[in-house]
């Protein structure tokens, strides 16, 4: 299993980024796919998920409102439509593949991950 996340870059505050994860090697169309973020000093956390074929999303409070997941399964690929950004949302922004079921919200849960990419926003 492999995942390919890229999109990240540097923005101003109130800007706007689309992150993409194309997953590929997976078998299977129940699992849920998250993304997660992880700033300088701080502990990876939970940003939004989705499951693959229910349609179901979740968002943590910090981004609810401003971030949108959404996926396409024909190209195996979910998104992170991220608005309204604030210099708080810089971080390295991975996505991930739970498949066992279970939490969507701790990371330790997760089987598969991304390689990262920074999203920086400028004040």
């Known amino acids: 299993v492999q995942l390919q996340a890229c999109g990240g870059g540097l923005v101003q505050a109130g800007g706007s980024l689309r992150l993409s994860c194309a997953v590929s090697?997976?078998?299977?169309?129940?699992?849920?796919i998250g993304w997660f973020r992880q700033a300088p000093g701080k502990e990876r956390e939970f940003v939004a998920a989705?499951?693959?074929?229910?349609?179901?999303?979740y968002y943590a409070g910090s981004v609810k409102g401003r971030f949108t997941i959404s996926r396409d399964n024909a190209k195996n690929t979910v998104y992170l439509q991220m608005n309204s950004l604030k210099p708080e949302d810089t971080a390295v922004y991975y996505c991930?593949?739970?498949?066992?079921?279970?939490?969507?919200?701790?990371?330790?849960?997760?089987?598969?991950w991304g390689q990262g990419t920074l999203v920086t926003v400028s004040s």
């Open positions: 991930a593949v739970l498949s066992r079921g279970g939490s969507y919200y701790y990371a330790n849960r997760y089987d598969y």
């Open positions: 090697g997976f078998t299977s169309d129940y699992y849920t």
């Open positions: 989705a499951t693959w074929s229910g349609g179901s999303t």
